[in-house]
């Protein structure tokens, strides 16, 4: 056993060197090779300012600034006085304050939308025959499909007198062509004439 107590006490002392190489804060230990033998949080703000004004701590600051901010002007000259709300207001530069009068046309558009009529499901009434004059969700997909091909129709409609217009204005100017072209052969035809009328007479 007496041989036993020099090497516990060894190991206890090799122990004892560990832990101071590894400082404690608060249950939380940390090396000390990386962040040194003092405090890791050392040249750190302890606490966060709530505002971003520098705290008043010299109280007869804050007893001036109470004085002060307590301290009125007699009535006619705070009515004198000019106030940034009334410069705006008369430079015409304020904002509007209500939320209605921020709309312009084209937010004022949605209230005059047209809106798609009142829709029903087929099957609410269970095994009852449901009303003529209750438009289902079908019903609206086939108005629906009817617009798309009226639609349609229109564009080809219209496409087809354009192309008919474009025929025709084509058929025009060939027309217009051809009399000018008459008309240049005739009006050559007769100076050839007339010069030789001359040389007869």
């Known amino acids: 056993m007496a041989s036993m107590d020099p090497e516990i006490a060894k190991t206890q002392e090799e122990r004892k ?3 101071q190489q590894l400082a404690s804060l608060t249950s939380v230990t940390f090396d000390t090779n990386l962040y040194g033998e003092n405090n890791p949080f050392e040249g750190y703000e302890q606490s966060i300012p ?9 109280a007869m600051d804050s007893k001036v600034a109470w004085k002060l901010a307590s ?9 004198d006085m000019p106030r940034g709300v009334d410069e705006d207001k008369s430079m015409g530069f304020k904002k509007p304050s209500r939320i209605i009068d921020r709309k312009d046309e084209y937010r004022w558009r949605r209230l005059n939308r047209v809106i798609s009529p009142e ?15 209750v438009r289902t969700y ?11 091909e009226k639609k349609l ?8 007198r354009e192309k008919e217009d474009t025929l025709r204005l084509i058929d025009k100017k060939k027309k217009e062509g051809e009399e000018e072209e008459r008309k240049a ?12 009328a001359n040389a007869v007479s």
């Open 138 to 148: 079908a019903m609206f997909g086939l108005s629906d499909l009817e617009r798309k």
């Open 17 to 19: 060197k560990m832990e």
């Open 71 to 79: 301290y009125t002007a007699p009535k006619s000259i705070l009515k």
């Open 185 to 196: 052969s005739a009006g050559g035809e007769e100076k050839e004439r007339k010069p030789a």
């Open 153 to 160: 129709r229109d564009m080809e409609e219209a496409l087809k």
């Open 119 to 133: 829709r029903h499901y087929a099957f609410a009434s269970g095994d009852k025959t449901p009303d003529v004059s």
């Open 50 to 58: 709530v505002n971003n004004e520098e705290e008043n701590f010299n």
